[in-house]
């Protein structure tokens, strides 16, 4: 007699090549190639460590195949550009074989409800999103960029060093959208005597450029103690030579409907998607409403990046509320709290349909905005986390945070 086994997966497609999985797995279950992270069934001990460090909710993948023997090999999940899709005959054929029947559920179908309880569901791109590339360079097949420019975004003053790093293409193709990521690789070896992975970077510029037409990508990095690629990052110089892996992500995407509604709640530089979203809706509705709210977090002032060209977009573009938790004298407000003090807002954007939530930053900024959400629901007679999901099934929710 055989069982139905449950593999755990990956998406190849919503993947962005971070390797935090495969670094956080105690089994040594997850390993990489130059395209694509996957997980060995034959290690793999569904201990879910995995689950909550990943940013995008592509290590949140399950298919039920009818036995261990039957699992999807390393070399089938090396070659995917895209997942399989649960195999309906597949799933019949474990469930003849799996023996008895508990309360009239069988084998395969309580395998699959287990699968897909998951840590939050699967991401989907908004509908009207374009179509992104995805691993157009690797590890063994990288694209030199030349910097451009590098900018400090932060004030002198300001403990925090962060970045605004500029890299051109060289006439080469790199289609990179509104909420994609690239990978950079920091020259030399790790401790292990091994090159370095590549660090993953959300995209800050639209997808024709910092100036219209230029197609070159623009990124926001803070120097972190002791961080090897960030440190390289914001030392680099105009015209130093850079690795670059990418794009990736096919979720984090700006909808392309004009009429759309974006509520945007981010911290540090988890405002680069937020400034490509900004730029972008910038130049294809001109002077007309964005319909954009955006909560943006950071200690203080001189710490927050863009500060200053954040001022200078139009309030008929952007609704713009900047929150700081150590300011002088005045009690810590968080993106949560001011998220709170303008609930007539935020409910009355829940309840829009062509309302587009975007969530980016560290993680520690989640349960604060996923309470807040809750709070807010409520007032107006909603359940958040069944709003949430309906959202997320069409589109219009979306978390990275890290």
Partial sequence: MTVPFKQHLIDPEICIRC???EMTCPEEAI????NNVVVDASKCNFCMDCIPVCPTGSIDEWRVVASKDDAYALDDQYRWDELPEQGESVASEAGEKGGEQTDDIDPVTALLAEAHKGAGGKATPPATSAKPTINL????????A??????????????VDTRHVILEFQGKPFPVLEGQSVGIIAPGTDADGKPHLPRLYSVSSPRDGERPGY???SLTVKREDKGVCSNYICDLKKGDKVHVTGPFGATFLLPSDPEARLLMICTGTGSAPMRA??????????KKSGGMVMFFGARAPDSL??????NKVPSS???????????????KEYVQDRMRVEEDLVAEMLQDPKTHIYICGMKEMEDGVELAFTNIAESVGEQWQALRDVMREEGRFHVETY
């Fill in 215 to 217: 197609y070159n990508v």
């Fill in 305 to 310: 990046p863009y500060f200053g060209p954040l």
């Fill in 19 to 21: 390797y935090t999985c």
């Fill in 146 to 159: 030349v910097v451009q420019g590098n900018y400090r975004i932060t004030t002198e003053a300001s403990a």
């Fill in 31 to 34: 390993e990489h190639d130059d």
């Fill in 317 to 331: 573009l952007l609704q713009k509320h900047l929150v700081f938790s150590r300011m002088p004298g005045q009690d």
């Fill in 277 to 286: 979203f900004t730029m972008a809706r910038q130049r294809t509705v001109g």
């Fill in 137 to 144: 360079y690797n590890l063994g097949h990288p694209i030199e």
